[in-house]
């Protein structure tokens, strides 16, 4: 059974643009939501989290905004960049037990 | 502060053989995770310890997989045998507590021909 559902599977934007990815969870218990960047033959690395007390957290160029009441949260990255290019996972959590979406692949355009 | 370390990198074997992976956690990290990321999936959990007790394994194939960690400091995972569906890059996470930020290593990528 499929917990995250994440999308889209990849995606490219220009420089300076503003990548969205979206995730959906099942289950209603979940209380911790990251996003982990992965470059290619790095583990991923945690990128920002949220608790479901709140609807949106800014660190930088990258903003969480969560809606509780649909199941969704998503990621956006202002002024995307090169650098950005990476695989981006969305994860869900109750206690410490990560569940990961599928993964987006970003690629940024110069 | 060093990262986690994961060896071998790469690794290709046949179907049937046996595999084992290494990885030494971040410096007083109670908490260590071995996870399945098979191409183009997110990670999966296989199982967690806290210092050498296992946590969860409810999603460790036990009939062919094996972890421990010895001294609650590093921890290998083995295969035996190896299954063409077991193509997949094995990732070690370490934490200094459950419920704290989890960091992982490069990961073995692992191929069964």
């Known amino acids: 059974q499929q917990q995250v559902k994440q999308s889209p599977q990849s995606l490219i934007v220009q420089k300076g643009g503003i990548s969205i990815i979206n995730c959906a969870y099942e289950?209603?218990?979940?209380?911790?939501f990251p996003w982990y960047q992965q470059f290619p033959g790095k583990g991923p690395a945690l990128l920002i989290a949220?608790?479901?007390?709140?609807s949106e957290k800014k660190e930088g160029r990258f903003t969480i905004s969560f809606n509780k009441s649909a199941k969704q949260f998503s990621l956006h990255i202002m002024d995307s960049q090169p650098g950005d290019s990476a695989t981006y996972f969305c994860?869900?959590?109750?206690?410490?037990?990560?569940?990961f979406g599928a993964g987006t692949i970003l690629r940024v355009k110069s | 502060e060093a990262g986690v370390a994961q060896s071998p990198r790469y690794k290709i074997i046949e179907k049937r053989q046996s595999v084992a992976f290494w990885c030494n956690p971040i410096?007083?990290?109670?908490?260590l995770y071995w996870y399945q990321q098979i191409l183009g999936q997110g990670p999966k959990l296989l199982i967690q310890?806290?210092?050498?007790?296992?946590?969860?394994d409810s999603q460790l194939p036990k009939d062919r997989f094996s972890a421990e960690r010895l001294k609650g400091v590093d921890s290998t995972l083995k295969i035996q045998p190896a299954k063409l569906e077991d193509s997949a890059v094995y990732l070690c996470?370490?934490?200094?507590?459950?419920?704290?930020?989890?960091?992982f290593g490069p990961g073995t990528r692992l191929t069964v021909t």
């Open positions: 994860a869900a959590s109750r206690g410490n037990k990560l569940v």
């Open positions: 996470a370490s934490s200094l507590e459950a419920y704290y930020e989890q960091y």
């Open positions: 949220i608790r479901p007390d709140v």
């Open positions: 310890f806290q210092n050498n007790g296992v946590v969860d």
């Open positions: 410096s007083g990290h109670a908490t």
């Open positions: 289950n209603t218990a979940f209380d911790y």
